[in-house]
């Protein structure tokens, strides 16, 4: 079963308006990461955040992770046309390395 | 630095036809992965490879998908026959980190089963 779970299913916004993401998943992790996907393309990696780690930056992309409450979030901030795309969050259990990833949100930015 | 190259793109095939993805991971990566990806959903793992042994291929339908990589570089992926559910995009993603780090992934084979 997917470890990941993102909310919103469907995010839709305007051009310069933040747009945050949410992945909760289920057991312990060793790091949580976040892919973007643009329409037919392969995934990108956008950022990693270890279990010890409580947030990251990079570029307008800001990352959190509550381990007690076993979720993420993504924000994109001032966000572009550009950015449309599918976002996943993928967990690493502490029981093994493989990499699970949820459902994702799909993001679009308008105009 | 080169990408994870697949191939073919695209296929369509008849049910209960067999159809094989290759590819090519980035050079010196020692893991290599194949997930599916139905369309709407998120990838699902069906094999892990390290070097050219099978880590994890808890989740590949061994009836009638199957896997190789010859010498811990190039990698294939089979299915035999195929069913309509199993339309949907195989990604190829490698990656040089032991463990679950930074997966680089290849633009994917589209497979409709018609």
């Known amino acids: 079963s997917q470890q990941g779970e993102e909310d919103p299913q469907a995010l839709s916004i305007q051009e310069g308006e933040n747009a945050t993401m949410n992945c909760s998943y289920k057991t312990s992790i060793n790091n949580l990461q976040w892919y973007r996907q643009n329409s037919g393309r392969g995934l990108v990696h956008l950022i990693l955040?270890?279990?010890?780690?409580r947030e990251k930056h990079s570029g307008r992309l800001r990352v959190t992770l509550d381990t007690s409450k076993k979720s993420s979030s993504l924000l994109i901030t001032a966000s572009r046309a550009a950015d449309t795309a599918s976002y996943f969050c993928a967990t690493d259990g502490t029981s093994g390395s493989r990499l699970t990833f949820g459902e994702g949100t799909q993001l679009t930015v308008n105009p | 630095e080169a990408g994870v190259a697949q191939s073919p793109r695209y296929k369509i095939i008849e049910k209960r036809q067999s159809v094989a993805f290759w590819c090519n991971p980035i050079?010196?990566?020692?893991?290599l992965y194949w997930y599916q990806q139905i369309l709407g959903q998120g990838p699902k793992l069906l094999i892990q490879f390290q070097n050219n042994g099978v880590v994890d291929d808890s989740q590949l339908p061994k009836d009638r998908f199957s896997a190789e990589r010859l010498k811990g570089v190039d990698s294939t992926l089979k299915i035999q026959p195929a069913k309509l559910e199993d339309s949907a995009v195989y990604l190829c993603?490698?990656?040089?980190?032991?463990?679950?780090?930074?997966?680089?992934f290849g633009e994917g084979s589209r497979l409709t089963v018609l």
């Open positions: 050079s010196g990566h020692a893991t």
């Open positions: 993603a490698s990656s040089g980190a032991q463990g679950a780090g930074e997966l680089f």
């Open positions: 955040i270890r279990s010890n780690e």
